[in-house]
């Protein structure tokens, strides 16, 4: 006969089918992994045995399926009338005493290893659940901070129960599984004291987009089942595989979460018996925790080592929940099953484009999910019991959702909700049905407005927006396992870090340009001058934004340059090893004067285009203290981060004598050209550069063609002018003349040419010119990525076959 019970330390993976995923997995950690140094708390299991024992000793099994055969599984209309008397019939039943003799057996144990006073999670564990296609989140109850052999025997059998809640058992029926096949092993596991610290989840890969270099952890103070439920808005950061062991900083993102709940252990009197949902309690979280992050950074990399060893272990994308004992201070693994969305659809070919083609008032934005853009009518509920307002394809808006949810989640088109992140319950299922989402927005239900027509969209990066009524939208989808690709390098212009790992997915040679001020206007959006002389800044208002956006850097130059690091290291994490050419800021004076505190620092210039602009500004006195600040966060990039395939590009240098003098200065900031391999680019945009193309080659590494800047200084048109439109264009002989120089003299000096703009997509015949004179790569934007390889492998061909007739 099988045993009721199975210790941690006799279980692993093969033991599934008799105590389910989780348990399996807790077991195979705990043997496996906890003599590396990954700590998994102790516990044990009642298996699935003990389960079907309990069913017949109660008699339970025929009326258990009588009661399932009744459910409507069509409309599901009477599901909350069948879950409840599935549930009823489980908790009435009686918990027989050689179960309770076998449990009593685990507990002593755990009482004589670890104390008297220990206290349990426990955990209920499916014996067809945490399969690589179907992750049963959040299906089945946990319980906290159970003390006591009666509070766990109550608890084991409030367990059983789980199994027949509403959400088990319609996702049972989606999922294709029979009720009466599927088991419930309890595990039951010592306390980590996450209540006095934190605790989170943990992606072994980005779960938004399948990036598999990327460990996404997310985390809350307290107890974890806020996160999971989506009770609160989680610190969060990303950590680079690659680097793990190789960068002294391999963190790449931090980002600071309200946490604005903590779950902690309800009070209660020694030897109480108490109900499994009572033991815990959530509270307010005081300011000035909302305001810490919850791990320090070697905790982060700690973390993100144990999530890359347990997913070699498994072989596989893993989601694994984990805690921090406020007692020791130490960290524990606590939960590891297979990561169940992304992990299905690694080997999908086509890339679909959603581009909106209007604007439309911004109802609310948050946490955006899947890339795409739909509409419907917005229904806002308040509880899982008015399932019954929301219709098939509608766009659901609530504060938050939990498990008690997922019934209702397969209608809805979208997922608009108050709170919740990227790895809460509402993230989770919304990936897995295929919905589109947009949580932690904090006031969804306040200003949508139920039975609204709105448009969700997804589709511009992490962040997600609400518009007010139906909009119009573009879809394209390309399959790429049909295409192609150049011999020239095709590459991407990318500014946006958001966008970044869903891009690495094209089959590109890289990024030929990275433009530094997208970065520095969006994320940090603080003239770098006013962040290094803040005590010069005179206007009230001015230091109280600074003051705002940089509360969490004590000191103001580090908010610039780590938020500018961060976002560059996104980028050329997305696309590592391949080539990330970093165009350091090319703002105009007017320009950097929009940004906060900008106006007190810039000069007034009446022609700003050809004023103090690029390399001119690097080493002005005006400046120069900020182009230091930009240097020290390439500096971080490159050496601590370890990005090494980021290399540098000066825009605007008007004479070889300058560019001498920008490389020098870097130099003198710790960006040597050619030590730790840097590389160093310059722009060819003004007719000197492509002149002198020769002498350029000796300061520089490698040439972009810049053909907007390139055509108006060669025909004095003014490239913003609509005036002069008809004059403006990359066909000019003047500009393709100089074009043609460069090329050959770089040819000469063995110095790589690339050229960034929109021509080369938008006409193939451009296109043809650049191939047709041996340019390096060309850089599009991702919206014009496919055409304008199109129109590179058609050039290519075309150069081939007037070769051929040539001979």
């Keep these: 006969m099988?045993?009721?019970?199975?210790?941690?330390?006799?279980?692993?993976?093969?033991?599934?089918?008799?105590?389910?995923?989780?348990?399996?997995?807790?077991?195979?950690?705990?043997?496996?992994?906890?003599?590396?140094?990954?700590?998994?708390?102790?516990?044990?299991?009642?298996?699935?045995?003990?389960?079907?024992?309990?069913?017949?000793?109660?008699?339970?099994?025929?009326?258990?399926?009588?009661?399932?055969?009744?459910?409507?599984?069509?409309?599901?209309?009477?599901?909350?009338?069948?879950?409840?008397?599935?549930?009823?019939?489980?908790?009435?039943?009686?918990?027989?005493?050689?179960?309770?003799?076998?449990?009593?057996?685990?507990?002593?144990?755990?009482?004589?290893?670890y104390g008297e006073k220990v206290s349990l999670a426990v955990r209920s564990s499916a014996t067809a659940?945490?399969?690589?296609?179907?992750?049963?989140?959040?299906?089945?109850?946990?319980?906290?901070?159970?003390?006591?052999?009666?509070?766990?025997?109550?608890?084991?059998?409030?367990?059983y129960a789980s199994l027949f809640t509403d959400r088990a058992i319609k996702y049972r029926v989606d999922n294709g599984f029979e009720h009466m096949q599927v088991a419930l092993s309890v595990g039951i596991q010592l306390m980590v004291r996450s209540d006095e610290a934190c605790s989170g989840v943990m992606f072994t890969l980005d779960p938004d987009t399948g990036f598999e270099d990327a460990v996404v952890i997310s985390g809350s103070w307290g107890l974890g089942e806020n996160i999971v439920q989506g009770a609160v808005n989680t610190d969060?950061?990303?950590?680079?595989?690659?680097?793990?062991?190789?960068?002294?900083?391999?963190?790449?993102?931090?980002?600071?979460?309200?946490?604005?709940?903590?779950?902690?252990?309800?009070?209660?009197?020694?030897?109480e018996l108490q109900s499994p949902a009572d033991a815990i309690v959530n509270?307010?979280?005081?300011?000035?925790?909302?305001?810490?992050?919850?791990?320090?950074?070697?905790?982060?990399?700690?973390?993100a080592r144990w999530g890359k060893r347990i997913e070699e272990h498994y072989k596989q994308?893993?989601?694994?929940?984990?805690?921090?004992?406020?007692?020791?201070?130490?960290?524990?693994?606590?939960?590891?099953?297979?990561?169940?969305?992304?992990?299905?659809?690694?080997?999908?070919?086509?890339?679909?484009?959603?581009?909106?083609?209007?604007?439309?008032k911004v109802l609310c934005s948050g946490i955006g999910l899947s890339s795409r853009i739909v509409s419907g009518v917005a229904r806002i509920l308040h509880s899982p019991d008015e399932i019954d307002k929301l219709q098939e394809g509608e766009v659901l808006v609530t504060r938050k959702t939990d498990p008690d949810w997922d019934p209702i989640l397969k209608k809805a088109i979208a997922i608009i909700t108050e709170q919740g992140?990227?790895?809460?319950?509402?993230?989770?299922?919304?990936?897995?049905?295929?919905?589109?989402?947009?949580?932690?927005t904090d006031n969804a239900t306040q200003t949508i407005q139920d039975g609204q027509e709105v448009t969700v969209s997804t589709a511009g990066g992490e962040t997600g927006y609400v518009y007010e009524g139906k909009l119009e939208w573009s879809e394209k989808q390309t399959d790429m396992s049909k295409l192609e690709k150049p011999q020239t390098q095709a590459m991407l212009i990318l500014g946006d870090p958001e966008q970044a790992f869903k891009y690495?997915?094209?089959?590109?040679?890289?990024?030929?340009?990275?433009?530094?001020?997208?970065?520095?206007?969006?994320?940090?959006?603080?003239?770098?001058?006013?962040?290094?002389?803040?005590?010069?800044?005179?206007?009230?208002?001015?230091?109280?934004?600074?003051?705002?956006?940089?509360?969490?850097?004590?000191?103001?130059?580090?908010?610039?340059?780590?938020?500018?690091?961060?976002?560059?290291?996104?980028?050329?994490?997305?696309?590592?090893?391949?080539?990330?050419?970093?165009?350091?800021?090319?703002?105009?004076?007017?320009?950097y004067a929009n940004l906060v505190g900008g106006t007190q620092f810039e000069p007034n210039e009446a022609n700003p285009m050809i004023g103090l602009r690029g390399a001119s500004r690097y080493y002005h006195p005006l400046y120069q203290e900020g182009f230091e600040l930009e240097c020290r966060a390439m500096k971080k990039v490159r050496e601590e981060m370890g990005m090494a395939n980021v290399k540098l590009m000066i825009p605007f240098c008007r004479t070889v004598e300058e560019g001498k003098i920008v490389v020098d200065l870097m130099a003198t900031y710790g960006l040597k050209r050619g030590e730790n391999g840097l590389e160093v680019y310059v722009m060819v945009e003004i007719p000197s550069n492509a002149l002198l193309a020769e002498e350029f080659a000796e300061v520089f590494d490698g040439f972009s063609i810049g053909s907007n800047d390139l055509t108006q200084l060669t025909v004095g048109a003014d490239r913003d002018s609509g005036l002069l439109s008809d004059i403006f264009t990359p066909f000019d002989a003047a500009v393709q003349q100089l074009i043609v120089m460069t090329l050959q003299?770089?040819?000469q000096t063995g110095t790589k040419v690339g050229l960034c703009g929109q021509a080369p997509s938008d006409y193939p015949q451009y296109a043809s010119f650049l191939v047709e004179h041996g340019i390096n790569s060309i850089s599009f934007n991702p919206d014009a990525f496919f055409k304008g390889m199109e129109n590179m492998l058609q050039a290519e061909k075309e150069r081939e076959k007037a070769t051929t007739a040539a001979k």
């Excluded at 959040?138 to 109550?154: A, I, K, P, R």
């Excluded at 950590?239 to 946490?259: E, N, R, T, W, Y």
């Excluded at 989770?428 to 295929?434: K, L, N, Q, S």
């Design 504 to 591: 690495s997915f094209l089959p590109n040679d890289g990024v030929g340009l990275m433009r530094m001020e997208f970065i520095i206007n969006n994320s940090i959006q603080i003239h770098p001058m006013a962040l290094r002389n803040f005590d010069k800044v005179t206007d009230k208002q001015t230091r109280e934004k600074i003051e705002q956006l940089t509360h969490h850097y004590p000191n103001k130059e580090d908010y610039f340059v780590e938020k500018l690091a961060e976002a560059t290291s996104i980028i050329a994490a997305a696309f590592y090893p391949k080539d990330v050419i970093v165009r350091m800021s090319d703002f105009k004076s007017n320009e």
């Design 745 to 747: 003299k770089a040819k």
């Design 2 to 113: 099988e045993p009721f019970i199975k210790f941690f330390k006799e279980i692993s993976y093969k033991d599934l089918s008799k105590v389910g995923g989780k348990n399996a997995s807790l077991g195979e950690m705990f043997n496996q992994l906890n003599p590396e140094g990954i700590s998994v708390p102790d516990g044990f299991a009642t298996t699935a045995a003990a389960y079907w024992f309990f069913l017949e000793q109660n008699d339970l099994r025929s009326r258990l399926s009588q009661a399932l055969d009744s459910l409507d599984t069509e409309q599901f209309s009477n599901l909350n009338e069948v879950g409840r008397k599935c549930r009823e019939l489980v908790l009435g039943a009686t918990f027989p005493e050689e179960i309770r003799r076998e449990i009593e057996k685990g507990y002593r144990y755990l009482t004589t290893e």
């Design 129 to 159: 659940e945490d399969l690589p296609t179907a992750s049963f989140a959040g299906q089945l109850e946990t319980y906290l901070n159970v003390s006591g052999l009666h509070n766990l025997y109550n608890a084991c059998h409030h367990s």
């Design 283 to 303: 509270v307010d979280t005081p300011s000035e925790k909302q305001e810490q992050f919850v791990l320090k950074d070697a905790e982060v990399v700690q973390l």
């Design 317 to 360: 994308p893993m989601d694994i929940e984990w805690a921090k004992d406020g007692e020791s201070g130490d960290l524990f693994i606590v939960q590891a099953r297979p990561e169940t969305v992304q992990s299905q659809h690694k080997n999908q070919a086509f890339f679909t484009e959603y581009t909106l083609k209007e604007e439309g």
């Design 421 to 440: 992140g990227r790895t809460s319950h509402a993230a989770i299922v919304a990936r897995e049905v295929g919905a589109v989402a947009v949580l932690g």
């Design 236 to 271: 969060e950061f990303v950590v680079f595989k690659p680097m793990l062991d190789k960068a002294k900083q391999p963190i790449i993102s931090h980002k600071l979460g309200s946490k604005a709940k903590t779950m902690v252990y309800a009070e209660k009197q020694e030897g």
